[in-house]
């Protein structure tokens, strides 16, 4: 059921769809976005790096067998690798560590290497990047340290980065983090509950955007890539697009 979603990113494509940020806007539930593409690229035998701070290892392997694949097994196989950056990053600020996201990105930098000695193509998601700022770093440090993710993704060949970020209000720091990863990505999707409240038919709206093509010169290419709105309906197994007004 993830197809809809799948072919509407062209991630199947050679198009240079490789920086995906997420926005998930007034509390409502976009991982099965994360869910989505994780499916994917399980299924294709693409080589993927979790890091997350907001869902668990266990949420994650429950997902993935609604959505016929086991993530332990692959994690057992060495193709997924999971990092728990938000224990990690309490428990090194518990013992008072300095350079705290700096040393977690060096960790992290290690295993996209493992990955690397086996896979070609190393995925990386970075699930719940606004929970950093629970923690009480900075702005600069959480843009930063997303700034070095990019940076290492660029030298690695046809892979792919999702940042999943929590939006507050416009005043809030989450709002400006999840602003600027879109502006560093090629692809952005907005996820928000519907207005109205509650629908049995309907589970909220999604607006995919592409801020990385707004400078191509194509014209065709330019219209191929503009906005595009969508409801949504979520299901076990996956999610369902639908046009606006057509349900």
């Known amino acids: 059921m993830s197809s809809d979603l799948l072919s509407s ?3 199947d494509s050679n198009t240079p769809n490789k920086i995906f940020t997420v926005k998930e806007i ?36 429950l997902v993935g067998l609604k959505m016929n694949y086991n993530l332990q097994r692959c994690i057992d196989a060495g ?22 996201l700096k040393n977690h990105f060096t960790k992290i930098k290690e295993k996209i290497q493992k990955l690397q000695e086996t896979y070609s193509d190393v995925n990386i998601v970075f699930d719940g990047i606004s929970h950093l700022f629970d923690l009480n770093f900075s702005l600069s440090d959480v843009n930063n340290f997303c700034n ?18 929590n939006m507050s209000n416009e005043d809030d720091v989450t709002y400006l983090m999840a602003n600027l990863l879109s502006h560093k990505a090629n692809t952005t999707l907005e996820v928000e509950n519907l207005p ?21 010169d194509d014209h065709m290419f330019a219209l ?24």
């Open 9 to 11: 990113l062209r991630l």
């Open 26 to 61: 007034n509390n409502c539930d976009s991982s099965f976005i994360v869910s989505s593409f994780l499916s994917h690229w399980i299924k294709n035998k693409n080589a993927v790096l979790i890091v997350s701070t907001h869902n668990s290892l266990r949420h994650y392997q």
């Open 79 to 100: 193709i997924v690798i999971f990092y728990n950056l938000g224990d990690n990053a309490v428990s090194s600020l518990m013992r008072n560590e300095q350079n705290v």
């Open 148 to 165: 070095n993710v990019i940076k290492l993704s660029r030298c690695l060949e046809n892979s792919c980065v999702l940042f999943h970020c």
């Open 196 to 216: 109205s409240g509650l629908s049995a038919d309907v589970s909220g709206h999604l607006v995919i955007k592409y801020p990385g093509m707004k400078f191509q």
């Open 224 to 247: 191929e890539y503009r906005s595009a709105k969508f409801l949504f309906k979520l299901f076990d197994r996956g999610v369902k697009l639908f046009a606006p007004g057509t349900v």
